[in-house]
């Protein structure tokens, strides 16, 4: 298993910064990449960006492309989403996940197994 623990979440007027970060522990040598999600009341998770874990760059949602920068230290097993020019339709709950390379007869996929426990990022307008 893998564990998890994020951190940083907190009330940020518009266009300010918040930087999250995702620890993480256990079987991590089985992690093949780190992804942040959101989800606000009402809507669908979102990928937000995802990183490969041990080299790489990062992907990003659109709607967060050219703000938010998602990075990695692999020496502390933590990877961290900035965000920048922060705007109230990000205010949702943030979490980190963790993927994982799965087998099973016939096909071999790669699904987000792990996941920490959210932080709220509240941005008021």
């Known amino acids: 298993q893998v564990q998890l623990v994020e951190s940083g979440g907190g009330l940020v007027q518009a266009g300010g910064s918040l930087r999250l970060s995702c620890a993480a522990s256990g079987r991590t040598f089985s992690v093949c990449a780190m992804g942040w999600f959101r989800q606000a009341p009402g809507k669908e998770r979102e990928l937000v960006g995802e990183?490969?874990?041990?080299?790489?760059?990062?992907f990003y949602a659109d709607s967060v492309k050219g703000r938010f920068t998602v990075s990695r230290d692999n020496a502390k097993n933590t990877v961290y989403l900035q965000m920048n020019s922060l705007k109230p339709e990000d205010t949702a709950v943030y979490s980190c996940a963790t993927k994982h390379r799965t087998v099973r007869p016939g096909t071999t996929s790669y699904e987000y197994i792990y996941w920490g426990q959210g932080t709220q990022v509240t941005v008021s307008s």
């Open positions: 990183i490969p874990w041990s080299g790489g760059s990062a």
